[in-house]
Nanobody, 125 residues
Framework: QLQLVESGGGLVQPGGSLRLSCAAS????????IGWFRQAPGKEREGVSC????????YYADSVKGRFTISSDNAKNTVYLQMNSLKPEDTAVYYC??????????????????WGQGTQVTVSS
């Protein structure tokens, strides 16, 4: 059974860091695209970052460029989102999503077939 499980969320002060993990089970991270999305209360879900296995390309939302880094460890079947210099506006539930047999990842949630349950990130002093 295909499953994605996020972890690593929590409460952090502004300027702090967190590393989110997205562990995949039931499939191997071969020809895939993984995206990180977030949804704050009262707002629509937005794409944060994504990574493609075909060429290792990565994409970031303008709001997180230079602060967040996406990476993958295929041996551990896990994708990470390193979040530095966190701001209160980064507060949201963060989700990872997967799609397969695609040449390039997308920042659109409608392009993904499989989703994790989400992990809460709260940035507050």
């Amino acid at each position: 059974q295909l499953q994605l499980v996020e972890s690593g969320g929590g409460l952090v002060q502004p300027g702090g860091s967190l590393r989110l993990s997205c562990a995949a089970s039931g499939f191997t991270l071969d020809y895939y695209a993984i995206g990180w999305f977030r949804q704050a209360p009262g707002k629509e879900r937005e794409g944060v970052s994504c990574i493609s296995s075909s060429d290792g390309s990565t994409y970031y939302a303008d709001s997180v460029k230079g602060r967040f880094t996406i990476s993958s460890d295929n041996a551990k079947n896990t994708v990470y989102l390193q979040m530095n210099s966190l701001k209160p506006e980064d507060t949201a539930v963060y989700y990872c999503a997967a799609d397969f047999f695609v040449s390039r990842c997308s920042m659109l949630s409608s392009e993904y077939s499989y989703w994790g349950q989400g992990t809460q990130v709260t940035v507050s002093s």
